[in-house]
């Protein structure tokens, strides 16, 4: 599957091989996770109400130092599973250009977008996969694969994926109509 970043999650992590004599450790035996966050005083938290992430080796065409860099930028991913309690993503290598992407990785969070209910009927398009949420109060986001015209509804109305509108990716609708 070839998936376009247009935008992380709130929340990094790594975690790193565990022999200290390993000179590898910190670059070929590395992951680097992302998922939905939220602030909570100076960290960053996951509140999953919906538990998942996205995961790069240390292996593959990710440089952690500079992760804005693979926005934009298509991969070839494994197929979403459920795994270890969640929702899991790998990207395995960046894909040679230039590659139609199968999906979008797109993030939605309350602040920007407005507030959604994850657990209502209709809230998404029905190809739209769910990744992970995170929500403390009134505070949400969530990480989602979607399709070009795929939709979420927020309390503002539905965003639809217009690919090249909106560095997001996400366009309001006017009127909601759909299409």
Same mark, same amino acid.
């Given at each position: 599957?070839? %998936?376009?970043?247009?935008?992380?999650?709130?929340?990094?992590?790594?975690? *790193?091989?565990? +022999?200290?004599?390993?000179? &590898?450790?910190?670059?070929?035996?590395?992951? &680097?996770?992302?998922?939905?966050?939220?602030?909570?005083?100076?960290?960053?938290?996951?509140?999953?109400?919906?538990?998942?992430?996205?995961?790069?080796?240390?292996?593959?065409?990710?440089?952690? $130092?500079?992760?804005?860099?693979?926005? /934009?930028?298509?991969?070839?991913?494994?197929?979403?599973? *459920?795994?270890?309690?969640?929702?899991? !993503?790998?990207?395995?290598?960046?894909?040679?250009?230039?590659? $139609?992407?199968?999906? *979008?990785?797109?993030?939605?969070?309350? +602040?920007?977008? /407005?507030?959604? +209910?994850?657990? @209502?009927?209709? #809230?998404?398009?029905?190809? %739209?996969?769910?990744? @992970?949420?995170?929500?403390?109060?009134?505070?949400?986001?969530?990480? !989602?694969?979607?399709?070009?015209?795929? #939709?979420?509804?927020?309390?503002?109305? &539905?965003?639809? !994926?217009?690919?090249?509108?909106?560095?997001?990716?996400?366009?309001?609708?006017? +009127?909601?109509?759909?299409?």
């Amino acid at each position: 599957m070839l %998936v376009k970043i247009l935008k992380f999650g709130s929340n990094w992590w790594a975690r *790193f091989g565990h +022999d200290p004599r390993d000179r &590898y450790r910190f670059t070929r035996h590395a992951a &680097y996770f992302n998922s939905t966050g939220l602030c909570s005083g100076s960290k960053v938290r996951r509140h999953w109400i919906v538990p998942g992430l996205i995961r790069f080796n240390g292996v593959g065409d990710f440089n952690p $130092q500079f992760p804005d860099r693979s926005v /934009g930028v298509t991969f070839e991913c494994a197929d979403l599973v *459920f795994a270890l309690g969640g929702n899991r !993503l790998l990207f395995q290598r960046k894909a040679a250009a230039p590659a $139609q992407p199968d999906c *979008f990785l797109v993030v939605v969070s309350a +602040d920007q977008f /407005g507030p959604f +209910d994850c657990l @209502a009927r209709g #809230w998404k398009a029905d190809s %739209v996969q769910v990744i @992970a949420v995170s929500q403390s109060g009134t505070r949400q986001e969530a990480m !989602l694969l979607t399709k070009p015209l795929d #939709w979420v509804r927020t309390a503002l109305g &539905y965003w639809q !994926l217009r690919t090249g509108s909106t560095p997001e990716g996400l366009e309001l609708v006017e +009127d909601g109509v759909i299409g």
